[in-house]
């Protein structure tokens, strides 16, 4: 299998709910980072996590959490929506130092 | 606080002129900045990439240049065709290597090639 698969690509959901964005990577992708982009801005970073553990966050509340499993695919949950959390979300993924980063396509959030 | 600026966000280029793409950073920190280019649908797509400790990368038709003192940063393309036509984004990082970094991305800018 190669590249990264985001699921959905499209969602919509309405204020105060909670979503759950996929990510599956390539085997061997132990780093998984995750990227919130707003229209018209660029991607800013959410958490990243390395062999399943937490390694890294950027200025996003607790309520924005995440998962890495044993078979290269990740989670982004998102509890108590709020009409600001409408992005494109982005997974990016690595087999570590030195091979960078590929990114999925991402999934489009709508918050109503 | 916007640390990695591209002030540009649209810029038109004849085809087979070159495309000069320019980003400003404010974190003197950041020590690895990178070039991504985005197609509509698609997820960020890795150009080029270049370390603090050169002023100067290339690869192929795309050369990125780095000026530490003035925390500024450009993406030549030479020459431009029009499948480089896109949203290019310049991103940093600190004390990373390529592929575990942590990244801080610009807001864009929209290259179009004419034809």
């Known amino acids: 299998e190669t590249g990264v698969t985001q699921s959905p690509t499209h969602l919509i959901k309405t204020r105060g709910q909670q979503v759950t964005l996929r990510c599956s990577s390539q085997?061997?992708?132990?780093?998984v980072s995750w990227y919130q982009q707003a229209l018209g801005q660029g991607p800013q970073f959410i958490f990243q996590y390395y062999r399943e553990e937490e390694n890294g966050r950027g200025n996003f509340p607790p309520r924005f959490s995440g998962l890495q499993f044993p078979n290269y695919s990740s989670e982004l949950n998102v509890n108590a929506l709020e009409l600001d959390d409408s992005a494109l979300y982005l997974c990016a993924s690595s087999p570590g130092a030195n091979y960078g980063y590929t990114f999925g396509s991402g999934t489009r959030l709508t918050v109503v | 606080d916007q640390q990695v600026k591209q002030n540009s966000p649209s810029l038109s280029v004849q085809e087979g002129r070159i495309s000069i793409l320019n980003c400003d950073y404010t974190n003197s920190m950041f020590d690895y900045f990178l070039w991504y280019k985005k197609y509509p649908a698609e997820g960020p797509t890795f150009l080029i990439s270049?370390?603090?400790?050169?002023d100067k990368n290339e690869d192929g038709r795309f050369t990125v240049f780095l000026n530490k003192s003035a925390k500024h940063l450009s993406l030549h393309i030479v020459p431009s065709q029009p499948g480089d036509s896109a949203v290019y984004f310049c991103?940093?990082?600190?004390?990373?290597?390529?592929?575990?970094?942590?990244?801080?991305f610009g807001t864009g800018t929209r290259l179009t090639i004419i034809p």
């Open positions: 991103a940093a990082s600190v004390g990373s290597n390529f592929g575990n970094e942590k990244l801080t």
């Open positions: 270049i370390s603090s400790i050169k």
């Open positions: 085997s061997g992708h132990n780093t």
